[in-house]
């Protein structure tokens, strides 16, 4: 040390078997007893350490790093992939919910339209002297029986000239 700063003593690099740091000068202390631990090292436990052990713990120190960092980087990747499949998910659920609101749309058009056509047949039929009109409980009951989903397939259509079939007049009897 001079100046308050080290100065570089000897720019040649350590030899074999050269010890990697230079000893201080001893300092006069009083003299203890010591005793020897387990291993063989002094009592106190502390062995100087070298440039070596320095060296030894940053790349330790590093190779950690690393690990942390790979795992990071993983974990990014992992999070970025389910990010973009959550959102393809979304779209199509979107999509999805989309299809059906504007299928809701058009059965319920449709079943405006069949109420109101069973309206108008309901009422030829007390026009052409049907003796008896339906009550509101009649024309809510078929109103019901529209209104739910067949289980069976589409219903078979009556006859194009608009007459009905054999024994719808006379009670079910079939008219030969």
Do not use: C, W
């Not at 308050?4 to 010890?19: N, S, V």
């Not at 201080?24 to 090292?41: H, I, L, N, S, Y």
């Not at 790093?65 to 993983?74: H, K, W, Y």
């Not at 002297?129 to 024309?139: I, S, Y």
């Amino acid at each position: 040390m001079q100046d308050g700063k080290y100065r570089l003593l000897d720019a040649r690099p350590l030899e074999r078997g050269e010890p990697e740091s230079v000893p201080r000068a001893p300092r006069k202390r009083k003299p203890r007893k010591r005793v020897a631990a387990k291993g063989g090292e002094p009592a106190g436990g502390e062995r100087r350490s070298t440039y070596a052990d320095l060296g030894r713990s940053i790349v330790e120190r590093i190779i950690e790093l690393g690990r942390e960092s790979g795992e990071a980087v993983a974990a990014a990747e992992h999070l970025r992939r389910e990010a973009k499949e959550n959102k393809a998910a979304r779209i199509e659920a979107e999509t999805r919910a989309g299809r059906l609101f504007d299928r809701v749309k058009e059965l319920e058009t449709k079943l405006e339209m069949a109420e109101a056509n069973l309206r108008t047949v309901l009422a030829a039929a007390r026009g052409r002297g049907a003796t008896a009109a339906p009550t509101d409980t009649e024309m809510e009951a078929l109103l019901r029986i529209l209104k739910t989903p067949s289980e069976t397939g589409p219903v078979e259509a009556a006859p194009a000239d608009g007459a009905p079939e054999d024994g719808a007049r006379t009670g079910g009897a079939a008219a030969e």
